[in-house]
């Protein structure tokens, strides 16, 4: 007899080798295995290098599968399933809304936690994660609409000297991931409708690109300079510093190429 079990396992930023150990030895003996890499993406894997590492099939599935169809849990039911998603797999809403049915129907569930941009970007940029405030996720312009939220939300932790996490549009079903350069080109086009003064010539944005991939690169500067430069590709991150801590300053110059003159002359 099968043993009814959901197994969640976040599989880190990039690569078959991101998941620990623990994770792996789990879904080595799942039954089966789902994958939602809609919410993010895995950096130079795909579904079929998974599967050979883990030696088992992968049924990939889109977010409104993940939220409308009752096949995992009447799977998990039954017999073990395992369910993967880059990054840690906890931090999207509707992962959790799963643990909850699975919670509600009686399904022991394990949940192997992985390594996620939350943390990756704020600590490969030298920047303090209890710095950050809220995080900001800025969408593709569709038919020139463009809401305030997002600018807004920056606005007011920049206010509060808090540092910003700016992440970008995402349609895995279409393959269209927003650039840094159309996210910097999105925030310029803010400030001429809103003109609230929180992005000028000497606003200081940094662009974390692949982090955690052998392909990661930095950047930091002020936006017309950034628009110039290869930032890398997608997947990308902003980050909108506040105040920086002198050591945060010396980190973002030396790691991403801001310009010194952040660095104050008293520090």
């Given at each position: ?36 890499f ?6 130079g ?5 998974l ?41 999207a ?5 799963l ?25 490969s ?49 279409e ?5 840094a ?46 628009l ?34 952040i ?5």
């Amino acid at each position: 007899m099968m043993t009814s079990e959901l197994v969640f396992v976040g599989l880190g930023l990039s690569g078959v080798d991101g998941m620990t150990v623990k994770a792996l030895n789990a879904l080595k003996e799942c039954d089966k295995i789902y994958a939602e890499f809609y919410t993010s993406t895995l950096i130079g894997t795909s579904a079929e290098d998974l599967e050979k590492a883990i030696g088992k099939s992968i049924h990939v599935i889109y977010r409104q599968q993940v939220e409308e169809s009752e096949d995992i849990i009447d799977d998990a039911s039954k017999m073990r399933v395992g369910f993967i998603t880059a990054g840690d797999t906890m931090l999207a809403t509707t992962h959790v809304d799963l643990r909850i049915q699975a919670a509600e129907c009686g399904i022991p569930v394990r949940t192997f936690h992985g390594i996620s941009i939350f943390g990756a970007c704020p600590t490969s940029l030298g920047l303090q994660p209890y710095k950050f405030g809220r995080t900001v996720t800025l969408p593709f312009l569709e038919a020139g609409y463009q809401p305030k939220s997002p600018y807004d939300n920056i606005k007011e932790n920049h206010d509060r000297g808090l540092h910003t996490m700016i992440l970008l549009d995402i349609r895995a079903d279409e393959l269209r991931y927003m650039t840094a350069h159309q996210a910097l080109e999105w925030l310029i086009e803010g400030e001429r409708k809103w003109n609230e003064g929180l992005i000028t010539e000497k606003t200081l944005v940094c662009v974390a690109s692949k982090v955690g991939s052998s392909e990661e690169k930095l950047s930091a500067g002020y936006p017309q300079d950034l628009l110039k430069h290869d930032l890398g590709a997608p997947l990308q991150t902003l980050v909108l510093p506040g105040n920086l801590h002198f050591m945060e300053a010396f980190a973002l110059v030396r790691f991403a190429g801001a310009p010194k003159e952040i660095i104050k002359e008293d520090e």
